[in-house]
């Protein structure tokens, strides 16, 4: 479980930052934001793909990382891809820069970057190797 601390620029999300916690919610000063995110949480928390569209502020990426997310969220839930595959689908061969994309993926769970993992072993996540395997083993 998780508080999801999210920071918000008018309407927009801008990050969201995950917090170890013994239950999760939804820590936010926009009220508009924390509704659609309780929601989105409350689909996912059944496993399901959620479907709710949240208002994400990617104008601070670069076209690289956005690419790398928009390939993220074709990512159905209790499915995985390697960081090769997704250099290959966004039309490149560095996947170790894919790999740094989804380390800094400013929107964790929300577009999401722990289902990339690496050939032969389960690759990072900036939140630890066993949050990410917690993740993967709830959503299969």
């Not at 936010?28 to 989105?40: G, Q, R, V, Y």
């Amino acid at each position: 479980m998780f508080v999801m601390q999210v920071v918000t620029s008018k309407d927009l999300i801008e990050k969201i930052t995950l917090i170890a916690s013994n239950k999760t919610y939804v820590d936010t000063h926009h009220p508009e934001i924390k509704k659609k995110l309780e929601a989105w949480l409350d689909c996912y928390s059944t496993k399901k793909q959620p479907k709710i569209a949240l208002p994400l502020d990617l104008s601070k990426l670069s076209p690289f990382s956005k690419k790398v997310l928009e390939a993220l969220q074709m990512i159905s839930f209790g499915q995985t891809k390697t960081y090769a595959q997704i250099a290959q689908k966004i039309g490149c061969r560095a996947f170790r820069a894919v790999g740094n994309a989804c380390h800094d993926n400013p929107f964790p769970i929300i577009i999401p970057c722990h289902r990339v993992v690496a050939k032969t072993h389960l690759g990072g996540f900036a939140y630890g190797k066993e949050f990410k395997r917690a993740l993967l083993k709830f959503e299969t």
